[in-house]
């Protein structure tokens, strides 16, 4: 019934932010036609949470190892905006794109629907 899912991250700098999730986070990828890439994800899972306010979607990669994984992109010339975050359901922090807009990044704790 459902084979997949699409996301799209809406851009002010599109072909930089492209290039960034290519060279940098070294996603797999396929050429769509005249440039236009679109990436491979890692398994992925979708949580349905409460809201007071307006319904939103927000779009978080996954790591298991979020020091590391911050240690491995700053290597490579990405940008971590503020200090990581700790809850419950794990660790948090983002990373900028070339673009401004942030990337959040986490090392969940939950048990993930994926394995």
Same mark, same amino acid.
Request: a positive charge; one cysteine or more; hydrophobic letters at 25%.
């Given at each position: 019934m459902i084979t997949g +899912? %699409?996301?799209i991250l809406y851009? &002010?700098?599109a072909a930089a932010d492209r290039e960034f999730l290519r060279d940098i986070l070294e996603l797999g990828h396929v050429d769509a036609g005249e440039g236009w890439l679109i990436f *491979?994800? #890692?398994p992925t899972e979708i949580a349905v949470h409460p809201t007071e306010g307006e319904p =939103?979607?927000?779009?978080?990669l996954m790591? @298991? @190892?979020l020091d590391g994984t911050? *240690? =491995?992109l700053t290597d490579k010339g990405a940008e971590v905006d503020g200090a990581v975050? &700790? +809850?419950s359901w794990g660790s948090r922090v983002s990373i900028r794109l070339p673009s401004g807009s942030l990337l959040p990044l986490y090392q #969940? *704790? %939950?048990p993930l629907a994926h394995h």
């Open positions: +899912a %699409h996301v851009s &002010k700098n *491979r994800l #890692p =939103q979607q927000e779009f978080y790591c @298991d @190892d911050v *240690r =491995q975050m &700790k +809850a #969940p *704790r %939950h």
